[in-house]
Nanobody, 115 residues
Framework: QVQLVESGGGLVQPGGSLRLSCVAS????????MGWYRQAPGKQRERVAI???????NYADSVKGRFIISRDNAKNTVYLQMNSLKPEDTAVYYC?????????WGQGTQVTVSS
């Protein structure tokens, strides 16, 4: 089964930026849609952004205009550029398939937005 490894998280001040990466051990082109998800402490995991195999993107209202999802099928990698970060963006960020979750969750990458 394809495995997912997320990276790029860290501690950033409000208004700052981070770029997350998700590397798949197999072809994401064959998988199709991919998405970024996040889970904040005490909250359910939520979908943040998705990209179809054709490059169509969609975002949660809470991140629209601030986050950009992209994919490099040749590198089996999905990215999430996060700008104008807010404290409420603090969470563990994961990638997985879209619209259905088909793969085991990776370890995620922690994003903490705090001054």
């Amino acid at each position: 089964q394809v495995q997912l490894v997320e990276s790029g998280g860290g501690l950033v001040q409000p208004g700052g930026s981070l770029r997350l990466s998700c590397v798949a051990s197999g072809s994401i082109f064959s998988i199709g849609g991919m998405g970024w998800y996040r889970q904040a402490p005490g909250k359910q995991r939520e979908r943040v952004a998705i990209t179809t195999s054709g490059g169509v993107t969609n975002y949660a209202d809470s991140v629209k205009g601030r986050f950009i999802i992209s994919r490099d099928n040749a590198k089996n990698t999905v990215y999430l550029q996060m700008n104008s970060l807010k404290p409420e963006d603090t969470a563990v960020y994961y990638c997985n398939t879209f619209p259905r979750i088909l793969l085991s969750w990776g370890q995620g990458t922690q994003v903490t937005v705090s001054s």
